[in-house]
């Protein structure tokens, strides 16, 4: 029944839609003034004109080119650094402390010092991004090419795959779900600091929109933010959900229903 | 029959060195020598080395004292001149099993269209025809190990190594396979060790018998079968039945001796 499922869907979001409409009712009963919570129509309204003026987009588009290249650069050298430490054992001694003491502690802290060495601009929104965003990459890849059943690696080598082919042929394929479960803890982290980031080095993007909206006390404008930002982050989860489950076609947890 | 045996085993002895603890001896200075063509099973108890033994063949683990040739080489890593079947199949779970019957033909020099013949051929061996592109995490236990048998057969390997190859199987499956492997066995004529710790298995299928003892693995009797393996009521012969009783009464002692070591 297309209604059943109509209403399946729906009970799946009605946390969101109780949410919404809280938020409404509770800012048009006049207990909190427009200032403390705008109404969501008057934010949504918001966000159409942001749309329509084309500040959407910039903002959107410089925050999403910054976050996303700040991941693309944790996700491919977290990956080779990741495979490195397992194998060359000079690299492990190196990093592998750093990795231990870096990966559990506030990088954001370390933002002072990026605007000082690196400037506020793309190169250092970037950086930030990255230096964020490579811990889990590199924590994942070790773990998952550590953990590759040695007889898989047997297997190929008595087929007759030299020890050269079997990096390409066998760890990473073997590791890839476990590097994927990595790149999907990354992703949100350099998204999340790529907003702190925008909104404590300011300039254009979301995170700078929204501090430049808070000082004007523009209050739908840091709504519009919030909510910008958040449908932003749930289009790259899902996308990369999406990614996941076609590179893992053949794996068990493609053949059964997931959630996220 | 005055060839040279294809596979010398001599002296060996492996020792594991776990990262913690003290270090175990698996095997105790061990000797067998395989002829070619022959079927040879390693029959034991859990834990008493003949894994390792068929690993340090196999070349995946170094051979540290003694040491084994084949065809009068000593073994440098392993290599397609010696195909495996583990117990848990160890199919490449990214590739459907089309691709991992490829795999070991890729490596070859052959044109594709005759990788391509050559992986069909064993795939409808091991009759899983119909399944060439499904992925290993489609299949029941029993057809992974087709697909795993029909990898290591596609790239023609003279020597066969199987680590407890049906141990995982339900006993209906088991049977079955074990009856099938006779068959391609005798019209290949492959070397095979076969690993087991299943009495009756190795004396069904084996034509030499190699009993290890509780670890440190020793070899402690080899028993020799002459059956007519088509004889359709062999397992109800006298002659089968009393081989098994041997056999088994050989490895229960060894068995009762690893449970209370704590092996098994």
Redesign the interface.
């Known amino acids: 029944m297309a209604l059943a499922a109509l209403a399946r869907r729906a009970g799946a979001i009605g946390s969101l839609v109780v949410l919404v409409v809280a938020w409404e009712a509770a800012a048009r009963s006049g207990v909190v003034t427009p200032f403390l919570l705008p109404p969501l129509s008057v934010v949504l309204a918001r966000v159409g004109e942001d749309a329509m003026s084309g500040e959407l987009a910039i903002n959107l588009g410089l925050t999403l080119y910054r976050a996303l290249t700040g991941f693309a650069i944790a996700a491919v050298a977290g990956v080779a650094l990741g495979i490195l430490m397992t194998r060359r054992p000079l690299v492990r001694w190196f990093f592998d402390p750093i990795v231990s003491v870096g990966f559990p502690m506030p990088k954001i802290a370390f933002l002072p010092v990026f605007m000082l060495w690196l400037g506020l601009y793309d190169f250092s929104k970037i950086s930030m991004a990255v230096f964020n965003a490579i811990f889990p990459v590199i924590t994942a890849t070790m773990a998952a090419a550590e953990g590759v059943d040695r007889q898989l690696v047997w297997s190929a080598r008595s087929l007759g795959a030299s020890e050269r082919q079997l990096l390409r042929e066998i760890i990473l394929p073997a590791a890839l779900p476990q590097i994927l479960t990595g790149l999907q803890v990354a992703l949100p982290i350099s998204m999340i600091v790529m907003i702190v980031t925008e909104m404590l080095m300011g300039g254009q993007g979301l995170g700078g929109a929204m501090i430049a909206a808070s000082r004007f006390a523009d209050s739908p404008g840091v709504f519009a933010g919030i909510i910008e930002i958040a449908l932003a982050g749930l289009c790259l989860v899902k996308a990369m959900t999406m990614l996941r489950r076609k590179l893992l076609r053949w794996h068990q947890e493609a053949q059964e229903p997931t959630t996220v | 029959m005055s060839d040279p045996a294809h596979i010398v085993i001599e002296r060996v002895s492996h020792e594991y060195r776990p990262a913690r603890g003290r270090p175990v001896l698996a095997l105790d200075n061990v000797s067998l020598s395989v002829q070619d063509r022959e079927f040879l099973a390693l029959l034991g108890p859990s834990g008493c080395g003949k894994s390792t033994l068929l690993?340090l063949v196999?070349?995946?683990l170094p051979v540290e004292q003694g040491r084994i040739l084949v065809d009068e080489r000593p073994i440098a890593?392993?290599?397609?001149d010696?195909?495996?079947v583990?117990q848990?199949f160890?199919l490449?779970?990214?590739?459907?099993v089309i691709q991992n019957v490829l795999?070991?033909l890729e490596?070859?020099d052959l044109a594709r269209e005759e990788r391509l013949r050559r992986a069909r051929q064993f795939i409808e061996l091991v009759g899983l025809a119909g399944f060439e592109d499904s992925?290993?995490?489609?299949l029941s236990g029993g057809m992974k190990q087709r697909a795993a048998i029909a990898?290591?057969l596609a790239?023609d390997?003279r020597v066969l190594l199987m680590d407890e190859p049906f141990g995982a199987l339900d006993a209906q499956t088991r049977s079955l396979m074990q009856a099938e492997l006779l068959g391609i066995w005798q019209r290949s004529r492959k070397t095979v060790i076969f690993v087991t710790h299943d009495v009756h298995e190795a004396v069904f299928l084996a034509e030499r018998i190699a009993v290890m003892s509780a670890r440190p693995g020793r070899i402690k009797e080899i028993v020799e079968t002459h059956f007519d393996k088509d004889d359709p009521d062999l397992t109800r012969t006298r002659e089968f039945v009393e081989t098994v009783d041997h056999v088994w009464n050989l490895v229960r002692a060894e068995a009762i001796q690893a449970q209370r070591s704590g092996a098994a």
Request: aromatic letters at 22%; a positive charge.
């Open positions: 690993y196999g070349g995946f890593g392993p290599g397609p010696r195909g495996i583990f848990h160890a490449f779970p990214w590739k459907t795999y070991g490596k070859q992925y290993p995490s489609q990898r290591t790239i390997p």
